[in-house]
């Protein structure tokens, strides 16, 4: 069945560092993944998309690469800040190509 | 984008009895979806809520359990019947204006629910 894994529960770094954020997938041949922002007590709100003939894509200081020969996405932010602290998540859709599944987070948190 | 509201934004139930919980949204949409999201635990898609039809639901969830209802394009609802502690989650709606996969989905606030 689909699976999507996100490998590292919780990633702490410092203020003005870049944050790496890996997601990895299996049994999919995705055309997109997207990538989603969770803060606590709120519901994910959308960040980025890139298709599967798209290899990165920029917006302001995030930066997602996507190699579907690796079967791998991975999220960067750079210049992190402490209000960048929050729960990211990778989502493909459902085999019906109807909805989202989501991979179950990196929780990232930005001392300054 | 799209606003979502839900109602309630949390509960306390007991076992056994059932909760319906709704989802407005600012705008028409064409897609609407339900979530759960268990303590510590990602998103887990329960069911598509399709207007004027049954809903489709994902492999573990059953109608009578999560009966849904979609009246128009821009209201659902989703009732948790017989609840019992392990349904203690969020519930979350969420929404998609196009019926391509790829566009964005906005989320409610969602539902915090506990059963005792």
């Known amino acids: 069945s689909q699976k999507i894994e996100q490998n590292s529960e919780a990633l702490n770094i410092q203020e003005g560092k870049t944050a790496t954020l890996t997601c990895n997938y299996t049994?999919?041949?995705?055309?997109?993944l997207q990538w989603y922002r969770q803060d606590p007590g709120r519901g994910p709100v959308f960040l980025l998309l890139i298709r599967e003939n798209e290899k990165e894509k920029r917006k302001e200081r995030l930066k997602v690469t996507f190699d579907t020969t690796l079967k791998q996405s991975l999220f960067h932010i750079t210049a992190s800040q402490p209000a960048d602290s929050a729960t990211y998540l990778c989502a493909l859709a459902n085999q019906a190509g109807t909805a989202l599944i989501f991979g179950k987070g990196t929780t990232l948190s930005v001392s300054s | 984008s799209a606003v979502i509201s839900q109602k309630p934004s949390r509960d306390i139930c007991q076992r056994g009895t059932s909760l319906t919980i709704q989802c407005q949204v600012d705008s028409q949409v064409t897609m609407m979806f339900w979530y759960r999201q268990q303590p510590g635990q990602s998103l887990t898609l329960i069911a598509t809520a399709n207007q004027g039809s049954e809903a489709t639901y994902e492999s573990g969830f059953v109608i009578d359990k999560f009966p849904i209802s979609r009246p128009n394009l821009t209201f659902s609802t989703l009732t948790v019947s017989n609840m019992s502690p392990e349904d203690s989650s969020i519930y979350l709606c969420?929404?998609?204006?196009?019926?391509?996969?790829?566009?964005?989905?906005?989320f409610g606030p969602g539902t915090r629910l506990t059963v005792l």
């Open positions: 969420s929404v998609r204006k196009g019926d391509r996969g790829y566009n964005e989905q906005f």
């Open positions: 049994n999919y041949s995705p055309a997109y």
